[in-house]
């Protein structure tokens, strides 16, 4: 939220609010107490989601979710959708593989060829969105049909098989492995490369979002993005931007999945592009754009992945694993829709 | 070939007669028969996680699952059952039965490289694990114990031998989940006794997708004669599209559900290649709890082969039997 203007005079658009009032008034509040309304329930039921020592599983669930979804919360904000982003981590994670497997080059080299790949792959997006004045959501359904199937078709066509070529032999992959894959122990918690990498990519999306201009323009261009051209943000770079870093997440989470498994299998990915969406509208982002935050969205990923673990935890019958999902969904996004109504009441 | 067969249909039948409720023709659901009153172990509950990489939904699936049950009951386990098919996400299941220190880890590898790191955890963790159904080539080397399950390879040229008796012309070998390892050594070896054999992805989870590929290829390519699918629900799919196509294609499938074996008898399908999931699910509880009970392993750091074995016209009536 941007500060109010200070004018003179008692009008009752800028009366004081109470800082409570405030507080609750924040996107990511509702999300906040909806994650201690599930956590406090699967510590209620299930035992193992009691031990500390679980946490890192539970906060690993959490990352692989909320990696992309920083990205997407970002795009929300400013008015995008992006429906390519499941498989877009997949086919980074490809594409590594196999411009290293295939030219027998070290594992760097593919690494970065992932990176110069997952950016062009958001451009693209970005460019056709701007140029055709399409909807979003339109232009990136077409990004997610083209990169599934070119999952399969160049992963077959280059190695043969439908997942890649193991490369845990080749040149650069032990080092990769320890920047992307690694593991370390605190205490009785194993914490791993992905959630470290998620949560500064939190912290630097929520900063630029609240702290910079360039947060005021993604805010500007998610409400509305003619008045904000008329005032001088640079609409188009702002958003050709946004769908750029969705790749760098895609990246970074395409290249943890590649290091700790050592094969991308090529059909995966498929359908998480609405867990992330997820994550965002119950952290508090609007559908519409203009409205969310990165905490939130963070927050959203932490919902879904204590909830995905905690229905395995407490060791429910998982033929009910989805109805469960969706009612602890339901139950996390009315507390979210309450706390809000209280805020504004 | 001939003892393949008939070691399984006895062990298929008696499973049948286990699992299978009753086939009247008056349809509806049939009372659940009382088991013979199976005096079970006495021996302390033990903990086994079950972990698959099923989609939901896939009767072949529901068979394994049914065998761990009976084991389960039998030996008093208490059968943790989880499956997902992406393999980030079934690692991750390993790690959470890890987390639970359950007693024992049943597990299929069909996306070994993603759950290398996680089983061979679970193992360094002293928790015995066994693999079924997929993983031949890389059980071993994750420290699993036993395995269970047919070499996909070997059933594949299986199949690839009968066609070539049979005179087939061109085959279709349909692949119903991109990335399964197994079900690409299933047509790998089809192709290596039997070349004129060709492979198509469907997307297992979508039933018109299926059918309606199927349907598109038999269209477009009128000189195939056969339809090899991998899953018996596929197979009853395939046997639309090729109504739809009409086309004269005789459908065979490997894996059997009630549906498929009821088509057998009625001349639909040729045959199937059977691998006996019920045995596998059941021989994975089993070895745990001896395991766990009385310090014995199976297989000899071999894999313990439950298929496969040919089921047609001249067999299916056994295993339909009551």
Redesign the interface.
Known sequence: MTAAQATTGADDRVAKRSSLNLLFARPEVGALIGAIVVAILFIAVAP?FR?V??IG?IL??AA?IGVMAVGVSLLMVGGEFDLSTGVAATASGITAALTAWNFGLNVWVGVVAALVFSLLVGAFNGWLLMRTGLPSFLVTLGTFFILQGAN?AVTRLVGG???TP?ISDMAGFASAEKVFAWQVSVGPVSIRALVVYWLLLVLAGALVLQKTRIGNWIFAVGGDAAAARAVGVPVKAVKIGLFVFVGFCAWVLGMH?LF????M????GVGNEFIYIIAAVVGGCLLTGGFGSVIGAALGALIFGMTQ?GI??A?WN?DWFYTFLGVMLLLATLVNMYVKKKADG | MSRFTRVSVVATSSLAALTLAACSSSGGKQPAEEGGGGGGADTEQMTVAFITHAAPGDTFWDQVRAGAEAAAEKDNVDLQYTADPEGGNQARLVQQAVDKDVDGIAVTLAKPGAMQGNVSRAVEADIPVVALNAGLEEWKDMGVQSYFGQDEKIAGQAAGERLQEEGAGKTLCVIQEQGHVGLEDRCAGVKETFPQSEKIYVKGTDSSNVQSTITAKLQQDDSITHVLTLGAPFAMLALQSADQAGSDAQVVTFDLNDEAMQAIKDGDIGWAVDQQPWLQGYLAVDSLWMDVNQGMTMGGGEPVLTGPAFVDESNVDVLMEK
């Open positions: 193992s031990s020592g679980n599983t690993y669930a692989a399969l098989t439908v997942s193991p999945l700790s498994f050592n094969v299998q090529s059909a995966e673990m395995n935890y060791g998982v």
